[in-house]
């Protein structure tokens, strides 16, 4: 059996990614995927089992990333004002910054199959840890965790999708930002 070696892996699922956003599932063949990585075919045999099992690996791998980079931006001795600014604005600037990881993970997430694989509970479930420290001290209302996540990602997603090519993306978010502290500090 063939080592493994990180770097080929990370072009491999680069290169599934970048060929499924062009071409959909039906059209991102292994063979495609081996030419655009720069590796044989076989060599993706040496990670995946198939072309499904390395979608799927692929999307909760990529679930996660949103998640990880807002927890590099949150503190837990933030003002609760100041980290429901920061989930907004984190969650948008990630759509940017990772644009092809944001629309990959949204076309996957619409996919029955594969969204059953990936909890966003899972997902976020450190983002929400802090939610429930800021609850706990009474500055956050106590709503679920599934309607707290549906308010906090769910609108920015919403904007990052239908992203307009106009310069008043500054103010929409602001906007939410405004409306979501309304809604959920006390």
């Known amino acids: 059996m063939r080592a493994k070696d990180g ?3 990370q ?3 680069e290169a599934m990614v970048n060929l499924f956003l062009r071409e959909g599932i039906d ?3 292994i063979s495609k995927i081996a030419r655009e990585a720069g590796v044989s075919p076989a060599t993706i045999y040496v990670y995946y089992n198939s072309k499904e099992e390395m979608l799927a690996e692929v999307f909760r791998e990529y679930s996660t990333a949103p998640y990880r980079y807002l927890m590099q931006r949150l503190t837990p001795d933030m003002e609760a004002a100041a980290l429901i600014e920061e989930i907004v604005r984190g969650c948008y600037s990630f759509s940017r910054e990772h644009e ?3 629309s990959f993970v949204e076309q ?3 996919c029955p199959t594969l969204s059953e694989s990936v909890s966003e509970e899972e997902c976020s479930c450190d983002i929400m840890d802090l939610i429930h420290d ?3 001290r009474g500055v956050m209302r106590q709503y679920s965790d599934w309607n707290m996540g549906a308010m906090l990602f769910a609108p920015v997603r919403f ?3 239908n992203r307009c090519c ?3 993306d500054g103010e929409r978010l602001a906007e939410l930002i405004r409306m979501l502290q309304r809604l959920l500090l006390y």
């Open 108 to 110: 996957c997430s619409r």
């Open 166 to 168: 106009t310069d008043d």
């Open 159 to 161: 904007l990052a999708v």
């Open 134 to 136: 800021y609850q706990a």
């Open 7 to 9: 770097n080929k892996q």
């Open 11 to 13: 072009r491999i699922k």
């Open 100 to 102: 092809e990881i944001f």
């Open 27 to 29: 059209g991102t063949s």
